[in-house]
């Protein structure tokens, strides 16, 4: 899967709309961190970039939480929804829109896109009989039930029988071009084994759906027959459209779909795939509006190999992880440890030993060292040497020739872990490169030019790591950037457009000769595992 249309200057992700049921867990924080990756990556090569993300706060769920709280849903909204903006903050997720279901402006794009969708006759009345689950706001088939008539997501929660009016959507309709537009676009769904999944569903015949509910108050009422309220998907899917206006834009579907639809990615859990790739671009041909670029669903998170949930006593909590080891350790463990589309797993243990290993020792020790002896053979400044008359014998800069674009092509198929195995490799060879090359006792022997050159390969490929890490670890690239004596922030949007350009910076030679380094100081402390993150 290629995430980015090359011949585009633009790039627009989504993350999924999180329910605000509870506060964030991981699962959110985990989307959100590899989007904003993505995002940063973008940015950092030039493109225009929208990284939207927000809430969904309507349906029963909802409704029937705040209620058990004694509180109003929209309080309990308003309550919940400052959650997810620090944690965002706290992990230095840099999204240009934050959009919340529970806006005035949501309702005219979800009316708008109704009566489009009204207008082709794809909406009707019938009498839904079912099995509903209310933490999945989702009907089930039968088959799909646990003995007891328990969802299979929410296995402790019991199904329950509704025998309603409801208006459904006629995704059936929409079978054979759902079939062709997965056809014509192999890249729609990603990964391969979430495709085949679709795939499968889709083949085997889809069925109509109900898009209102009765007996519902929280929620958007159904514009030709206000005694329904529209189901909370339809709606939710809807903020991603209406997260496009621009602030000060009247809210109007041609206003919201005029700059940045459609939308190039929409990045989510598998949990959610059948929403997002089957009945959001059925609801868009419907409506008479493209489709987006593509969908990628990743895995499942569990936590010391088991499944992670409230009922299972196994959780873990984002904003007291990222508080007890920064947002850099969150966002490199969980992207470089853990392939993505894959499930994965968290242990504290080896979250530890992997970052003390790779970013303390690898990348932090391996400048450390650099820069204190270009201190002492050098003056405190990047030797006199310019990366270009390095020989292409020098090891590193073989290694690096290409080791941007590689990199590059890793992030595009949201290969986090290789694009960050990539780099590490000449971290690796950069810390063996100084061991082999000793140029403690070339100064002693008095080569003073090759030792000018090993310290000038090493800092170099430091540099060029710690650029291309930037989307995953943006403070860490900052402090090593600092070091080097560039003045940049990585998290600094304008210094990334003005001062960061990709076609200088992701290849070999970046670093100029005689630029006057800073103070040597360990970017990563290494962690010492004192006491588990409390759940
Ligand atoms: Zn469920």
Redesign the pocket.
């Known amino acids: 899967m290629k995430s980015t249309d090359k011949t585009k200057n633009t790039f627009a992700i989504t993350t999924p709309l999180y329910y605000v049921n509870d506060l964030p867990h991981i699962g959110s924080a985990y989307t959100t961190m590899a989007a904003d990756s993505l995002a940063r990556f973008e940015r950092l090569r030039g493109k225009s970039v929208l990284l939207i993300t927000g809430t969904d706060e309507h349906g029963q769920k909802i409704e029937r939480t705040a209620e058990s709280l004694g509180r109003s849903p929209q309080a309990h909204c308003d309550l919940v929804v400052p959650g997810f903006e620090a944690l965002w903050e706290q992990l230095d997720i840099q999204y240009d829109r934050f959009i919340r279901t529970t806006a005035r402006r949501h309702e005219y794009i979800v009316k708008e896109f109704f009566q489009r969708v009204w207008n082709s006759g794809d909406i009707y009345l019938n009498q839904q009989q079912g099995w509903y ?1 209310v ?2 706001e ?1 009907f ?1 088939e039968e088959r799909e039930l646990l003995p007891g008539n328990l ?4 296995r402790s ?1 019991k ?1 329950e029988w509704r025998d309603e009016e409801n208006y459904f959507f006629r995704l059936s309709r929409y079978q054979e071009q759902l079939l062709a537009l997965y056809a014509e676009n192999p890249d729609f769904i990603a990964p391969e084994s979430r495709r085949n999944e679709v795939l499968s569903f889709v083949n085997s015949g889809v069925q109509d759906f109900s898009i209102s509910r009765v007996n519902l108050e929280w929620g958007l009422p159904v514009p030709v027959d206000p005694s329904h309220t529209i189901y909370v998907w339809f709606d939710a899917l809807l903020g991603y459209v209406t997260a496009l206006l621009d602030p000060d834009s009247d809210p109007t579907l041609e206003n919201a779909l005029s700059k940045w639809w459609p939308v190039d990615l929409h990045l989510i859990g598998k949990d959610i795939l059948r929403f997002h790739a089957v009945y959001w671009p059925a609801m868009l041909m419907s409506a008479g509006l493209p489709v987006p670029g593509g969908v990628f669903a990743h895995g499942f998170l569990t936590k010391d190999g088991k499944k992670m949930g409230k009922s299972e006593g196994n959780t873990l909590n984002p904003v007291e992880l990222v508080e007890k080891y920064g947002a850099d350790a969150v966002r490199y463990y969980f992207l470089k440890e853990i392939e993505f589309g894959q499930d994965g797993d968290f242990s504290e243990t080896r979250f530890i030993n992997t970052l003390n290993a790779e970013l303390a020792n690898d990348l932090g020790n391996l400048l450390n060292r650099t820069l204190n002896m270009a201190r002492k053979y050098c003056g405190g400044c990047v030797p006199n040497v310019s990366g270009e008359k390095i020989s292409g014998d020098n090891l590193l800069k073989g290694m690096s020739l290409n080791l941007g674009d590689r990199v590059a092509d890793f992030y595009e198929e949201l290969a986090f872990s290789k694009a960050c195995e990539a780099v590490l490799a000449l971290v690796r060879a950069g810390n063996k490169f100084i061991d082999v090359q000793a140029p403690w006792s070339l100064y002693k022997q008095g080569q003073v030019e090759t030792v000018e050159q090993v310290l000038y390969s090493v800092l170099e490929s430091v540099r060029l790591a710690s650029y291309l890490l930037s989307p995953i670890i943006p403070n860490i690239s900052s402090a090593i950037y600092q070091q080097l004596g560039f003045s940049i922030d990585f998290n600094d949007r304008v210094a990334v457009d003005h001062l960061t350009n990709f076609a200088t910076h992701s290849v070999w030679g970046a670093l100029p000769a005689n630029q006057t380094l800073g103070e040597a100081q360990p970017v990563f402390k290494r962690l010492e595992l004192l006491e588990t993150v409390p759940s």
């Open positions: 689950c933490s999945c989702e089930k969802c299979s997501i929410h929660k199904v």
